[in-house]
Nanobody
Framework: RFSCRRLGGGLVQPGGSLRLSCVVSGITIEDYVIAWFRQAPGKGREKVSC????????QLEDSVKGRFTFSGDNAMKTVYLQMNDLKAEDTAVYYCAAGVYSDSCRWGIDGMDYWGKGTLVTVSS
């Protein structure tokens, strides 16, 4: 059974940094992905970053490239989203999620099979 216990979140000033963590357990297959999504107030949930375990690649959406970094420990039991140079438009509830296929990243929300609880990130002065 997949679970994702998220850590981090909170209030940060524009230009600041924050790191979100997600402790992943229950994944026993090799072809999986782990992703970070976010949902801003009044908007739909969007993918921020996605890690494909099969080939070890990480995807980042254009809106966060150069500012956000996806990483994890060797076993990918804990994954991180390092967020730098935060902007007001990054304010959202952030979720970690997992998909059970290597191409799950392609399908966004529909590709994910398991979701962690969200954590609120507020970027404001």
């Amino acid at each position: 059974r997949f679970s994702c216990r998220r850590l981090g979140g909170g209030l940060v000033q524009p230009g600041g940094s924050l790191r979100l963590s997600c402790v992943v357990s229950g994944i026993t297959i090799e072809d999986y992905v782990i992703a970070w999504f976010r949902q801003a107030p009044g908007k739909g949930r969007e993918k921020v970053s996605c890690f494909i375990n099969k080939d070890g690649t990480t995807q980042l959406e254009d809106s966060v490239k150069g500012r956000f970094t996806f990483s994890g420990d060797n076993a990918m039991k804990t994954v991180y989203l390092q967020m730098n140079d935060l902007k007001a438009e990054d304010t959202a509830v952030y979720y970690c999620a997992a998909g059970v296929y290597s191409d799950s990243c392609r399908w966004g929300i529909d590709g994910m099979d398991y979701w962690g609880k969200g954590t609120l990130v507020t970027v404001s002065s």
